[in-house]
């Protein structure tokens, strides 16, 4: 009983802290006097009290009742849900990354500058990016390309493919090739899939595993898709490494910013790794003492350890941040130290270049990185190239002539 009366009397002063002072008072709000009252909003057209953040009448039916601000008074809205938007001047809800109102071939996308507009979400039609070639699919919620049947983005048990409305879906069909009847899901090819571990769902809907896929390795005679942990000891990835007449091969590699230890798996660079208590693993996979105090980071380039937000280490508007691609769950506390921009906390511009040779298909373009074969900051109906002399340019894509095309960049 004494845990309850604490909960509840937490809970009541919860509401205390987040409600105005006069949101009880029947004479200033209306709602107080309903129970519940302070999940009400009074819509001052019928004189009643409806619930807050419920679909429908008093609002169009694809809006919901929110709260807004008129001066110093809250007052109720009729809004689009999130992950919804409207095209101006319509009281219509669409949902956001699909269709909706728009032309085969195109998806519904948020104007970002529309949110602070009267609390308006407002959407506007849009054909998706053009991606490297026909293998590819772009995927309109975070703006990236994916092969086309395979997972991708898509849930599992479902593939990426083009749907009746032109754009990417995930979807599975029973007629699809792709399709598994034990669970009735679809699956990529030469992906593990449904399959138990050494196999791989391959062509005609089975499980399996030959020896002469570049997914077989010798040591477990078994099969494992490519770019995961696979057979492989901890830290590395399941990679091609050898291409030749005879046939593709894949191998153990240590994943990138990882180095293999004496114990045989590969940790990741300035963590703690194999190592003991006040040590860090190193390049080579040596265990170095950590050459930092308490509340400071490591940078290697300097080889000398700065405070966290620190300027001088870094480029004029970059300080130095905590290394947010490590994962302290998985591979420990990491010492390494990264310049990030002004307040994002996202890798700065150089860093980018720096690792873009890493990134499959990457160029590098007036000291940005971007994916070949893909608009970037090409205008439309052209793409950014990189021909067998290593230039990187603007091209016409093929298909378009010259006359329909700029090899401008968009914003020259």
Known sequence: MAT????????????AAVLPPHWADVRRNPCAAHPKGWLMLYWPSDGKCYTIYKKGYPCPETQELSPGRLGSRTVAECKCPPGTAQLPHTKTCHKLFQRGPCR??????????????RGERQGMCVRPQACADKTLLYWPPDGRCYYRLTQGPCYPGSILDIGDDGLANCTCEQDSPHYWQADGGCYAHYSRGPCERGQLFLPGARCGCEAHLPHYHNG???????????PCPKGHLFVISEVSEKGSR???KCKNFHTRASDGACYRLYTRGPCAQDEMISRGGRCTKVPCGRGRLYVPERRRCYRPGAAEPCRKGEHLAFDFDARPA???????????CGTTGQPCARREVATCSNRKGAVVFNEAC???????????????????????????????????????????
């Open 4 to 15: 309850w009366v604490w909960f509840a009397a937490l809970f009541c002063g919860y509401q």
């Open 330 to 340: 998985l591979d420990g506390l990491s010492h390494n130290g990264v310049c990030v």
């Open 220 to 230: 477990t005679k078994g099969c494992y898709e490519l770019d995961t942990l696979g």
């Open 104 to 117: 085969n071939g195109e998806y519904f996308a948020p104007v970002e500058e529309s949110f602070n507009m």
């Open 370 to 412: 971007y994916i070949q074969h893909t608009q970037g900051p090409c205008s439309e109906n052209s793409w950014i190239v990189k021909d067998s002399n290593g230039r990187v340019s603007c091209q016409c894509r093929p298909g378009i002539s010259t006359d329909d095309c700029s090899t401008k960049l968009i914003n020259s």
């Open 250 to 252: 894949a191998e153990c």
